[in-house]
């Protein structure tokens, strides 16, 4: 579980990219979209609770179909 200062760092981590002080944010539009994040390798899941926090962040919603460590 992500800590008050791992989520506020992550945030800042955000705003630094997303919120006009990165000149390629303004190159993306806004809307509605989908995604799904695929491997060609196998691999294993990292980073999926902090990617889900950052996507809700900012608004979206995110759906874990893997947890972390987990092979695929």
């Known amino acids: ?3 008050e200062e791992e ?3 992550l945030v800042s981590f955000l705003e ?3 919120y006009g002080n990165d000149v390629t944010s303004s190159l993306i539009p806004i809307k509605k979209t989908k995604a799904l994040l695929k491997t060609n390798e196998d691999c294993i ?3 999926l609770e902090e990617a889900v926090f950052l996507f809700e962040h900012a608004g979206c919603v995110a759906k874990k179909l893997k947890e972390h460590g987990e092979k695929v």
Do not use: N
């Open 1 to 3: 579980m992500l800590g």
């Open 7 to 9: 989520k506020r760092k």
């Open 16 to 18: 630094e990219d997303a």
């Open 45 to 47: 899941i990292a980073g």
